[in-house]
């Protein structure tokens, strides 16, 4: 699961909310204090973004806890159970949309997460 979770090659295979859009380019530095970047983009064309931030704490295959660009914390937890990887992810919101849209896109790329992995 770490290795599909943090390798570029893995990260542009799952790291989008809907079967419309696509990662096109990642980047990852999975140091403490070094950054990471993925291009999230519509397949379309017509809108992309850069999600990126800075690593405060990596323990591997345990936790990763980063801060996105904009200065949201977010933090990972990799726990294993009965020979199954459980994932909890905790983000703060930004202000522009609702908590619970928030919410569901988070869940949207952990669900994606799941069914590459699973696939694998």
């Given at each position: 699961m770490w290795e599909f979770w943090n390798h570029p090659s893995h990260i542009t295979s799952w790291a989008f909310a809907s079967d419309d859009w696509h990662a096109p380019h990642?980047?990852?530095?999975?140091?403490?204090?070094?950054s990471f970047k993925t291009t999230m983009a519509a397949k379309d064309g017509s809108f992309s973004f850069d999600f990126g931030g800075k690593y405060d704490r990596v323990e591997e295959f345990k936790s990763i806890a980063y801060t996105i660009d904009d200065g949201r914390k977010v933090e990972i937890l990799f726990e294993e159970n009965d020979g199954q990887t459980i994932i909890t992810e905790t983000f703060e919101p930004e202000d522009s949309n609702p908590i619970q849209m928030q919410r569901d896109g988070w869940?949207?790329?952990?669900?994606?997460?799941?069914?590459?992995?699973?696939?694998?």
């Open positions: 990642a980047e990852n530095d999975l140091r403490t204090g070094c869940q949207a790329i952990l669900n994606n997460f799941k069914k590459y992995a699973e696939s694998k």
